[in-house]
């Protein structure tokens, strides 16, 4: 009995100095690299990260269009969205926009997200929306 008895001190005493232990380096560096990208992302001098998203200048907007749309004519037919936006792309899949602009936080399978020359203004989930948006913050208010 007072043979096991030391053995098991012995590998309780290891198991307590193991957990109390600091994490590793390796451990620690994925997740300052997370939060340091979260704060650049918040930082307003920071640099946009996609300048091909963004207007030409200030009295126009450009537009990202993510997801099929269903509601028969196509964004580039709409009057009031091609008044005031210069540059339309479109993603057909949201998988596709999540991987291309992973910074954006996409977080609807449909997206129409509205940029100025700066950066993001407005993120819309159907196109009566978007359009509301763009009656009532024409470009050249900015």
């Known amino acids: 009995m007072k043979k096991l008895i030391a053995p098991m001190l012995a590998g309780l005493m290891l198991l307590t100095a193991c957990q109390n ?3 590793k380096a390796v451990d620690t560096k994925p997740k300052s690299e997370a939060s340091q990208q979260k704060n650049q992302e918040k930082d ?3 640099p946009f990260p996609y ?3 963004l207007a030409e200048d200030d009295q126009t907007y450009s537009l990202l269009v993510v997801g099929i749309q269903d509601e028969g004519a196509p964004v580039e037919e709409n009057q009031t969205i091609t008044t005031a936006v210069k540059n339309i792309l479109s993603l057909p899949e949201w998988d596709m926009a999540k991987k291309i602009y992973p910074n954006l936080h996409i977080k609807k399978k449909t997206a129409f997200i509205v940029f100025d020359n700066i950066g993001m203004v407005h993120e819309s989930q159907d196109l009566q929306e978007l359009t509301s948006y763009l009656t ?3 470009a050249l208010s900015q």
Do not use: A, I, R
């Open 21 to 23: 232990s600091e994490p």
């Open 51 to 53: 300048p091909n998203l």
């Open 44 to 46: 307003p001098n920071q």
């Open 136 to 138: 009532e913050h024409p």
